[in-house]
């Protein structure tokens, strides 16, 4: 039985976070910001179609940044694309897809999902055009009047989010994933002049129970970030030399933004005068100063939408013990700990392997010693749901001193120059265990 000061802790907790558990299919989900369920940019989707017969599981997750419009539109269409042409392939090689044609058509879903995500990027272009196809032309006050008529659009395509995506079929369990964006660890620079969006991770993991009987975390997808070799030199390589440096200390390009790929975000895919001209004027974009960047948009785009996409077949692995979990840039900061409970300290840890030993039901000494506070496998109790448990553990676990900061308002608020950030990130996880359906 909790007593009164970790009980209170725990609720202040809870009020912050959103959490459902779907009983028939076993999906656990989570999305948590201390400052308030309002002020939260992730978003998350979770359906389950039929397609001729056949099963098929939408888990998502989305990390917005400049606001939630890009990761709220994204996670209401996206599904509905992505839903259409997946059918319209199923229907293509004869209506099912099993074992016996699997080998032959993987790659052809796999191909979808890829169109798809990169067509879905460039509907919000093609959107940006039609309302304004010369914004250098644009005088203030035209400017301020498209920007106030066509807000939510333009906010969207200002915007951005980066996104991990499974599709799973639940007969045959085969298992595409699919992954837009980059793994960066960034400082919370409040009074920076540049707009801040630093890391946006977004990882999709396989947690198996191995033959020792520890579970192991397997990536599903690729990672981009600039410290990538092959991101940075494809961007450097896209632009001339006159341009450059093109990145800082820190790999943002044009000391900007760390994050590689991304939908949406289009500052830095169109010409300089959207973000000098019109962009300005939106909401989202109040308070920052857009001039100096503008000046350094001479060649986009900078970033792209470019998904990585990966084919699993989960037969070998289809057991009630193995879980697949999704989850946004909120853990991986947790898991460093360098702007959290760990100052200038980078804990070195894999996120991928922490979550999936903290879905054990002995968790491994070796995990509390990185996180630096005693877990609790069944944290969220009654609620009964494994995305709350992981995420209660990384906050704190069975240590009431950390569940107590991390919804300390004045802490997450001290912007002093004399105290080092603590900084709590928008967090959504999604957990969902494999077993063979009714």
Same mark, same amino acid.
């Given at each position: 039985?909790?007593?009164?000061?970790?009980?209170?802790?725990?609720?202040?907790?809870?009020?912050?976070?959103?959490?459902?558990?779907?009983?028939?299919?076993?999906?656990? $989900?989570?999305?948590?910001?201390?400052?308030?369920?309002?002020?939260?940019?992730?978003?998350?989707?979770?359906?389950?179609?039929?397609?001729?017969?056949?099963?098929?599981?939408?888990?998502?997750?989305?990390?917005?940044?400049?606001?939630?419009?890009?990761?709220?539109?994204?996670?209401?269409?996206?599904?509905?694309?992505?839903?259409?042409?997946?059918?319209?392939?199923?229907?293509?090689?004869?209506?099912?897809?099993?074992?016996?044609?699997?080998?032959?058509?993987?790659?052809?879903?796999?191909?979808?999902?890829?169109?798809?995500?990169?067509?879905?990027?460039?509907?919000?272009?093609?959107?940006?055009?039609?309302?304004?196809?010369?914004?250098?032309?644009? $005088?203030?006050?035209?400017?301020?009047?498209?920007?106030?008529?066509?807000?939510?659009?333009?906010?969207?395509?200002?915007?951005?989010?980066?996104?991990?995506?499974?599709?799973?079929?639940?007969?045959?369990?085969?298992?595409?994933?699919?992954?837009?964006?980059?793994?960066?660890?960034?400082?919370?620079?409040?009074?920076?002049?540049?707009?801040?969006?630093?890391?946006?991770?977004?990882?999709?993991?396989?947690?198996?129970?191995?033959?020792?009987?520890?579970?192991?975390?397997?990536?599903?997808?690729?990672?981009? $970030?600039?410290?990538?070799?092959?991101?940075?030199?494809?961007?450097?390589?896209?632009?001339?030399?006159?341009?450059?440096?093109?990145?800082?200390?820190?790999?943002?390009?044009?000391?900007?933004?760390?994050?590689?790929?991304?939908?949406?975000?289009?500052?830095?895919?169109?010409?300089?005068?959207?973000?000098?001209?019109?962009?300005?004027?939106?909401?989202?974009?109040?308070?920052?100063?857009?001039?100096?960047?503008?000046?350094?948009?001479? $060649?986009?785009?900078?970033?792209?939408?470019?998904?990585?996409?990966?084919?699993?077949?989960?037969?070998?692995?289809?057991?009630?013990?193995?879980?697949?979990?999704?989850?946004?840039?909120?853990?991986?900061?947790?898991?460093?700990?360098?702007?959290?409970?760990?100052?200038?300290?980078?804990?070195?840890?894999?996120?991928?392997?922490?979550?999936?030993?903290?879905?054990?039901?002995?968790?491994?000494?070796?995990?509390?010693?990185?996180?630096?506070?005693?877990?609790?496998?069944?944290?969220?109790?009654?609620?009964?749901?494994?995305?709350?448990?992981?995420?209660?553990?990384?906050?704190?676990?069975?240590?009431?001193?950390?569940?107590?900061?991390?919804?300390?308002?004045?802490?997450?608020?001290?912007?002093?120059?004399?105290?080092?950030?603590?900084?709590?990130?928008?967090?959504?996880?999604?957990?969902?265990?494999?077993?063979?359906?009714?």
């Amino acid at each position: 039985m909790l007593d009164p000061r970790d009980k209170a802790a725990r609720d202040r907790i809870c009020r912050n976070y959103v959490g459902s558990f779907s009983r028939a299919y076993n999906v656990h $989900t989570v999305s948590f910001q201390p400052r308030g369920r309002h002020k939260n940019e992730d978003r998350k989707a979770t359906d389950l179609w039929e397609i001729n017969g056949q099963r098929w599981l939408f888990l998502a997750v989305f990390d917005g940044h400049l606001g939630s419009a890009a990761a709220d539109y994204a996670s209401k269409e996206l599904p509905i694309a992505i839903r259409q042409k997946l059918t319209a392939c199923i229907d293509s090689i004869g209506g099912r897809l099993n074992c016996d044609n699997v080998a032959g058509e993987q790659s052809r879903i796999t191909g979808m999902l890829h169109h798809e995500i990169l067509q879905f990027d460039k509907q919000l272009w093609e959107a940006l055009y039609a309302i304004c196809p010369s914004p250098w032309d644009l $005088t203030e006050d035209q400017a301020r009047a498209l920007a106030q008529k066509h807000c939510d659009v333009l906010e969207r395509i200002c915007a951005g989010t980066t996104m991990a995506l499974a599709l799973v079929n639940l007969d045959e369990h085969f298992m595409w994933a699919a992954g837009v964006g980059d793994s960066s660890v960034g400082k919370y620079l409040p009074e920076s002049w540049y707009i801040p969006c630093t890391a946006n991770d977004m990882t999709i993991g396989l947690s198996v129970v191995g033959n020792d009987g520890k579970r192991q975390g397997h990536r599903l997808c690729e990672m981009h $970030t600039f410290k990538d070799p092959q991101e940075y030199g494809r961007v450097i390589a896209a632009h001339p030399a006159t341009e450059q440096p093109l990145f800082d200390w820190e790999y943002r390009v044009l000391g900007w933004m760390t994050i590689a790929r991304a939908i949406g975000n289009y500052s830095l895919k169109a010409h300089s005068a959207y973000l000098g001209k019109l962009f300005g004027h939106l909401p989202c974009m109040n308070g920052y100063r857009v001039a100096p960047l503008a000046q350094k948009i001479l $060649t986009p785009p900078y970033i792209s939408a470019e998904p990585s996409v990966r084919f699993t077949d989960l037969h070998p692995v289809w057991r009630q013990d193995t879980k697949l979990f999704l989850f946004t840039d909120g853990v991986d900061n947790l898991v460093d700990g360098w702007l959290v409970f760990k100052p200038r300290e980078h804990s070195g840890a894999d996120p991928v392997d922490i979550v999936s030993e903290l879905m054990a039901d002995h968790i491994d000494s070796r995990v509390e010693a990185i996180l630096g506070h005693k877990v609790d496998p069944r944290w969220s109790g009654r609620e009964n749901n494994r995305a709350s448990d992981v995420l209660g553990n990384l906050l704190g676990g069975l240590d009431v001193k950390r569940l107590e900061m991390v919804t300390d308002l004045d802490l997450l608020n001290d912007e002093s120059e004399e105290n080092w950030p603590f900084h709590i990130d928008d967090t959504t996880i999604i957990v969902w265990s494999l077993t063979d359906q009714p």
